[in-house]
């Protein structure tokens, strides 16, 4: 079945950088493009950026664009999430998502909690 | 970016009661609306996509309408289960932006 797993919870330093993944099965990788979202704690949603596995080209939120950095590696069927420079703001569930139906996250990962602190 | 304003924040009802919440775009996004339900500690789950498609598996007491700049989410008879924060999200344009919630809390 399609699955997207994402590696496990970090805790950070303010400043330092944070790289999680994300592992798709069950579908071809290069086929759907992949998102990230985070949810700081008690809040909304957030969208991050979007990646095409296949050409690697990206897009990011304008606020996160300087600390943001998502690659792929076609190989492994993964996909990276970098974010840098780390503040407490960024306290959150990372989320993978891909959209295998019309524009809409119908798999989601598991959820990567990152947490900065001193 | 485009800003989704949903409303209210916040309601409380009962079990069997029929519960609306809307979705509002700031510029017309023609049906590029979703709709999520997300429990306390769980993965957000995708209810409703093209504003009124009805997610596989989804029970069919959910359902959406609208189209260009408002939206509804509709629940027909509310279940126990149903009690969580629901979410639109809009997938026009990049940012894919979330409104900010809708607690559906026990009355």
């Known amino acids: 079945q399609v699955q997207l797993v994402q590696s496990g919870a970090e805790v950070k330093k303010p400043g330092a950088s944070v790289k999680v993944s994300c592992k798709a099965s069950?579908?071809?990788?290069?086929?759907?493009?992949m998102h990230w979202v985070r949810q700081a704690p008690g809040q909304g949603l957030e969208w991050m950026g979007i990646i095409n596995p296949s050409s690697g080209s990206t897009s990011y939120a304008q606020r996160l664009q300087a600390r943001l950095t998502v690659t792929r590696d076609t190989s492994t069927s993964t996909v990276y999430m970098d974010l840098s420079s780390l503040r407490s703001e960024d306290t959150a569930v990372y989320y993978c998502?891909?959209?295998?139906?019309?524009?809409?996250?119908?798999?989601w990962g598991q959820g990567t909690m990152v947490t900065v602190s001193s | 970016d485009i800003q989704m304003t949903q409303s209210p924040s916040s309601l409380s009802a009962s079990v069997g009661d029929r519960v609306t919440i809307t979705c509002r775009a700031s510029q017309s996004i023609s049906s590029y609306l979703n709709w999520y339900q997300q429990k306390p500690g769980k993965v957000p789950n995708l209810l409703i996509y093209?504003?009124?498609s009805l997610q596989s598996g989804v029970p069919s007491r959910f359902s959406g309408s609208g189209s260009g700049t408002d939206f509804t989410l509709t629940i027909s008879s509310l279940q126990p289960e149903d009690f969580a924060t629901y979410y639109c999200?809009?997938?026009?344009?990049?940012?894919?932006?979330f409104g900010q919630g809708t607690k559906v809390e026990i009355k």
């Open positions: 093209a504003a009124s």
């Open positions: 998502a891909t959209s295998t139906i019309s524009h809409a996250f119908d798999i």
């Open positions: 069950g579908y071809t990788f290069i086929s759907y493009y």
């Open positions: 999200q809009q997938s026009y344009s990049t940012p894919w932006t």
